[in-house]
């Protein structure tokens, strides 16, 4: 089956611009996680959704970053005024709350450079 | 305190050898989940194993399987019988709490960076 996808594979914007990342979800997983992958390190989290809702947004890094998913599927990740400092891979996973160890599938990324 | 800890930022191993790649973490919950995730140099992020916290028996997975000793604190993965594709970076990873419980997020390692040499 389709695994986690995202678009674009790459960003170039320049610094100030608004930003919107997308990840489709492996159909019928309802848990969506957004994580950051800076150069050369490891990933940290960014936001968690089950369905619709976001109960953990603890590691959105500013009030600049924000995210929604609509219809228990895609979600987008929005970046607004971007800084150089969010240059970076931004990858979503998907997971099933069905399963009992909740293994999250991880999409190819966004490669975001902000210039 | 870090949660995740690989203390291996690179490591260099011939074809056919096993390999260890540590992994040692830091909870004070009583149930938790251990992943291994290798990122090649695509950049894409491929589940390895799991080892969840009351399994009794280390995780196996083809050639992949996690050394879990629970009271040190420790998830290494072992590799055996490396192969030239298995050259990529490899993060360990927990999940606090109980699986589907609101606790998903992942924390992750900085990661071994892992060559095999022909």
């Known amino acids: 089956g389709a695994g986690v996808s995202q678009s674009p594979s790459n960003k170039v914007t320049e610094k100030g611009k608004d930003v919107e990342l997308r990840c489709d979800p492996i159909s019928g997983h309802t848990a969506l996680y957004w994580y950051r992958q800076r150069l050369g390190q490891g990933l940290e989290f960014l936001i968690y959704f089950q369905g619709n809702s976001a109960p953990d947004k603890s590691g959105l890094p500013s009030d600049r970053f924000s995210a929604e998913r609509t219809g228990e599927s895609v979600s987008t990740l929005t970046i607004q005024r971007t800084q150089q400092e969010d240059s970076a891979v931004y990858l979503c996973?998907?997971?099933?709350?069905?399963?009992?160890?909740?293994?999250?599938?991880f999409g190819p990324g966004t490669r975001l450079t902000v210039l | 305190a870090q949660k995740i800890t690989q203390t291996q930022p690179g490591m260099f191993v011939q074809e056919k050898e096993a390999v260890t790649l540590d992994c040692t973490y830091d909870?004070?919950?009583?149930?938790?989940?251990l992943f291994w995730y290798k990122q090649p140099s695509s950049g894409e992020m491929i589940f390895l194993i799991y080892?969840?916290?009351?399994?009794?028996q280390n995780a196996t997975e083809g050639r992949y399987s996690l050394n879990f000793q629970k009271a040190r604190k420790s998830a290494n993965l072992v590799i055996s019988a490396s192969q030239l594709g298995d050259s990529a970076m490899y993060f360990c990873a927990m999940r606090e709490g109980r699986p589907n419980f609101g606790n998903e997020k992942l924390t992750f390692g900085t990661g071994t960076r892992l060559t095999i040499i022909p």
């Open positions: 080892q969840g916290s009351y399994d009794e």
């Open positions: 909870t004070s919950d009583q149930s938790y989940g």
């Open positions: 996973a998907s997971s099933a709350d069905y399963l009992s160890t909740d293994t999250q599938y």
